[in-house]
């Protein structure tokens, strides 16, 4: 069964880059899918953020695309992001997905726990 | 930038069944947007119900079915039960790989 997860600072500076790393286990990503991250302000509903096709192909939420990178590490079996020029309206629990998108059947299929990202100095 | 709005709250008694829905700001929801649903409780992952308007997760009881109701997608919980209380996520593929999702909506089971 397929696992993600989340890893990296739980706590950014203002103005500074946060960045987070997706950890997939039983599945190798260079197989196929798409890998995506999401993020939910406290009290609020949930962000697409971006995603990323295995052979490098992103896509990226229009709103956040100046201040956002996603990429992907295949020997590591690992994607990523970054958003760069952080503030506080950026703290959010993020989560990592699993992709679908072929033929007639789409969505996010498998998630990871999320991990706490609060931006302050 | 396009919308996709769900109901903020919605309330079903034990046994019941309650419709959700899940539509855009400006044009409708079809097939080709593949709506997916996803239900989430606070602090927790969310949970996959349904992809592409209305394939199960696996795992995901049959009582929880997707549809197209109109000009809307539409989730449907028969036979409520209280561990269903949740919140309850849209999300619509706008093409080109770009994906949004619904402002959610909070289900009560009382």
């Known amino acids: 069964q397929v696992q993600l997860q989340e890893s990296g600072p739980g706590l950014v500076k203002p103005s500074e880059t946060l960045s987070l790393t997706c950890s997939v286990s039983?599945?190798?990503?260079?197989?196929?899918?798409?890998w995506g991250w999401i993020r939910q302000p406290p009290g609020k509903g949930l962000e697409w953020i971006g995603s990323?096709?295995?052979?490098?192909?992103?896509y990226y939420n229009p709103s956040l695309k100046s201040r956002v990178t996603v990429s992907v590490d295949t020997s590591k079996n690992q994607f990523s992001l970054k958003l760069t020029s952080v503030t506080a309206a950026d703290t959010a629990l993020y989560f990592c997905?699993?992709?679908?998108?072929?033929?007639?059947?789409?969505?996010?299929?498998?998630w990871g726990r999320g991990t706490l990202v609060t931006v302050s100095s | 930038q396009t919308v996709v709005t769900q109901e903020p709250s919605f309330s079903v008694s034990p046994g019941g069944t309650v419709t959700l829905t899940c539509g855009l700001s400006s044009g409708s929801v079809s097939t080709t947007s593949y709506p997916s649903w996803y239900q989430q409780t606070p602090g927790q992952a969310p949970r996959t119900l349904i992809y592409?308007?209305?394939s199960r997760s696996s795992g995901v009881p049959d009582r929880f079915s997707g549809s197209i109701l109109g000009n809307k997608a539409a989730l449907t919980i028969t036979g409520a039960q209280a561990d269903d209380e949740s919140d309850y996520y849209c999300v619509i593929y706008m093409g080109n790989g770009i994906w949004v999702f619904g402002g959610g909506t909070k289900l009560t089971v009382l």
């Open positions: 990323i096709y295995h052979g490098g192909n992103t």
């Open positions: 592409s308007t209305s």
């Open positions: 997905a699993r992709i679908i998108a072929v033929a007639n059947l789409k969505g996010f299929d498998v």
């Open positions: 039983d599945y190798s990503i260079s197989t196929g899918y798409y």
